[in-house]
């Protein structure tokens, strides 16, 4: 519970942050809220480590970059609906493949976490302001790539601290081994610790 509480004060400090660098560049919240909330995630998550973690969110949001030029009409191919789910397959194509190639190291979930953090991020506030959609464009990617970035990096280090079950002085809830029952005592209903723990933020 205490590091969960550090990381919600890390992401506050990061997303006010990121909302006063997003102003100043002229951008939309959206960028803000997906970008750091989707950097926010990939560190969080405990699957593989946080290099492979992150060279996934990248690969994501470079793919993600492409998808979203192509659908604003800076690059060929993707400013109809056919062109749009053939992007989306190529895309999708791609991340399968790296996974392949990669051993399972970087992970499919990362990189189209990356995806999501571009497209829904920079595409719809994009898209509201047509006529300069494609001008602001280079900078509303590199700001989202900026606040993902943020994200996983400031976010990443709060797990350096121990989880406790309470904030002060807070006593760990022991752990019961499964036994089984005598012929006089009813079976207790145990539930099992699964690696969901494990990668949400269990034990550690």
């Known amino acids: 519970m205490k590091r969960t509480m550090i990381i919600g004060l890390f992401a506050m400090v990061i997303g006010a942050v990121g909302l006063l660098i997003s102003e100043q560049l002229g951008m939309s919240a959206q960028?803000?809220?997906?970008?750091?909330?989707?950097?926010?995630?990939?560190?969080?998550?405990?699957?593989?480590?946080?290099i492979q973690r992150l060279a996934g969110f990248l690969i994501g949001m470079v793919l993600g970059t492409v998808l979203v030029a192509m659908q604003l009409g800076v690059l060929p191919g993707g400013t109809n609906t056919v062109g749009v789910g053939i992007s989306l397959i190529v895309v999708l194509v791609v991340v399968g493949l790296i996974h392949g190639l990669t051993a399972r190291r970087i992970q499919a979930w990362s990189m189209l976490l990356g995806v999501l953090a571009m497209s829904a991020g920079v595409y719809p506030a994009l898209a509201a302001n047509p006529f300069s959609a494609v001008e602001l464009f280079p900078t509303a990617a590199l700001t989202q790539l900026a606040m993902g970035m943020i994200?996983?990096?400031?976010?990443?280090?709060?797990?350096?601290?121990?989880?406790?079950?309470?904030?002060?002085?807070?006593?760990?809830?022991?752990?019961?081994?499964?036994?089984?029952?005598?012929?006089?005592?009813?079976?207790?209903?145990?539930?099992?610790?699964?690696?969901?723990?494990?990668?949400?933020?269990?034990?550690?």
Do not use: C, H, M
């Open 31 to 50: 960028n803000t809220i997906f970008g750091v909330g989707t950097g926010v995630i990939a560190a969080i998550v405990r699957i593989g480590t946080p």
């Open 151 to 204: 994200g996983f990096l400031a976010v990443l280090p709060a797990q350096r601290f121990p989880d406790e079950t309470g904030l002060a002085g807070g006593t760990p809830v022991p752990v019961t081994t499964a036994s089984t029952p005598k012929d006089d005592e009813s079976p207790v209903d145990q539930t099992p610790v699964t690696s969901l723990d494990e990668i949400i933020g269990g034990s550690r």
